[in-house]
């Protein structure tokens, strides 16, 4: 039958709705980013009681299986030294003579707009293992970060959990 003669349904022109990526590799997380998937589930519980459509039913499970899957396949990182660049650290250095300051943390965790990027970033990885003073490459620039100071933070960066 000619694709003209039957009745097209709503439901062939809807997008697809995937599963959400779960980062590659391993899912370290800061203590601050497990009290934050524990939050973001218990707030997708909350929403789905209080759902009342099938759309957005469904769309509150997709994202309740995926900070599911956060949550088991977790790992709590160790409370870093603080006498090398590693996970969990607060970095301050001069990028290409600039002054910047982060903290590496998970993927779930990270916000670069409060200073905090996944310690897979590729400027994580540059900095991973560094010590004061190193002058290390990034992109072209074979001087392009110099390691100011290390710091193990004590509170929680960013925004509070609560």
């Known amino acids: 039958m000619s694709v003209a003669f039957r009745r097209e349904s709503d439901e062939e022109h809807l997008e697809p709705k995937f599963e959400l990526p779960v980062p590659a590799g391993p899912n370290l997380v800061t203590s601050r980013g497990l009290a934050l998937i524990e939050l973001r589930i218990a707030q997708l519980e909350a929403d789905l009681s209080a759902a009342v459509d099938e759309a957005s039913t469904a769309a509150i499970k997709r994202d309740l299986r995926y900070w599911q899957t956060r949550r088991i396949t977790a790992e709590l ?7 090398k660049v590693e996970f969990g650290t607060q970095v301050r250095i001069l990028l290409s003579g600039k002054p910047r300051q982060f903290r590496l943390v998970g993927d779930d965790e ?3 707009a409060l200073g905090m ?3 897979k970033s590729p400027l994580s990885q540059a900095m991973l293992g560094a010590e004061v003073d190193e002058v290390l490459p990034f992109g072209d620039n074979t001087e392009a970060i110099q390691i100011i100071e290390i710091e193990v933070p004590t509170e929680p960066a960013g925004a509070n959990v609560t």
């Open 110 to 112: 990270a916000d670069p």
């Open 77 to 83: 990182a160790p409370i870093p030294v603080g006498d």
């Open 117 to 119: 990027i996944s310690f």
